[in-house]
């Protein structure tokens, strides 16, 4: 099956500091979504992105399906920002395949 | 807030209890799936539901875990004789009836085994 691999594992930033968070996956995607998982374990949308580039606020991505890489940016992290980040594809089943995610500390 | 509603959001159960978990998808969907995330790991898929039919329940333990929609009501996921290997968050999302549109998740539910 298809393979999802997220990168950094980890990061930890300065608040003021940008990152990205790069998405890696192994065939073509129907749709990919970036998830933020805050420290109380809730799982908030961020963007719904199969190709292309969205922006929110602080928050961007971009999908380039054809060579297979998503990429979240984060400008002026905050505190806030803490937690884990999840991309997530589906390849047209019904399984919504995740990767292990990225563990993001912004230090105050 | 007309979100995924998971309820409860904390479960507590000896070992060979039977856990209930359950689901209400956002208002006008009709297509629910089921997570689970143990610790420190990604969710992974369990299973996939719509109104009186499991469409793909690949992701689930082939004994003691079983899944069900039903016409009224909300989707239940079912763990019978729990063991302490099903400590995890199970999450819960629905979508629209095209299975293409963006996933959106409840809260969850922090199953604990003592």
């Known amino acids: 099956g298809i393979q999802v691999e997220q990168s950094p594992p980890d990061l930890i930033l300065q608040e003021g500091a940008n990152s990205t968070l790069r998405c890696n996956f192994s065939?073509?995607?129907?749709?990919l979504q970036w998830f933020h998982q805050n420290p109380w374990g809730q799982l908030i949308n961020l963007f719904y992105i199969p190709s292309g580039t969205k922006q929110n606020g602080r928050l961007s991505a971009t999908t380039v399906a054809t060579e297979r890489y998503s990429l979240l940016y984060i400008s002026s992290s905050q505190t806030t920002d803490s937690g884990v980040y999840f991309c997530?594809?589906?390849?047209?089943?019904?399984?919504?395949?995740f990767g292990a995610g990225t563990r993001l500390f912004v230090k105050a | 807030n007309a979100g995924v509603m998971q309820n409860p959001r904390h479960l507590v159960r000896r070992r060979g209890q039977e856990a209930r978990l359950r689901c209400s998808p956002m208002?006008?969907?009709?297509?629910v799936y089921w997570y689970r995330q143990l610790p420190e790991e990604g969710l992974k898929f369990m299973v996939y539901?719509?109104?009186?039919?499991?469409?793909?329940e690949s992701g689930m333990p082939k004994e003691r875990f079983s899944a069900e929609f039903p016409k009224e009501g909300p989707s239940i996921l079912r763990i019978q004789q729990v063991v302490r290997g099903d400590s995890a968050a199970y999450f819960c999302?629905?979508?629209?009836?095209?299975?293409?549109?963006?996933?959106?998740f409840g809260d969850g539910t922090r199953l604990s085994i003592l």
């Open positions: 997530a594809v589906n390849t047209g089943g019904f399984k919504t395949i």
């Open positions: 208002k006008g969907h009709s297509h």
């Open positions: 999302a629905s979508s629209p009836d095209d299975r293409y549109q963006p996933q959106h």
């Open positions: 065939d073509s995607v129907n749709n």
């Open positions: 539901l719509q109104k009186e039919n499991i469409i793909d």
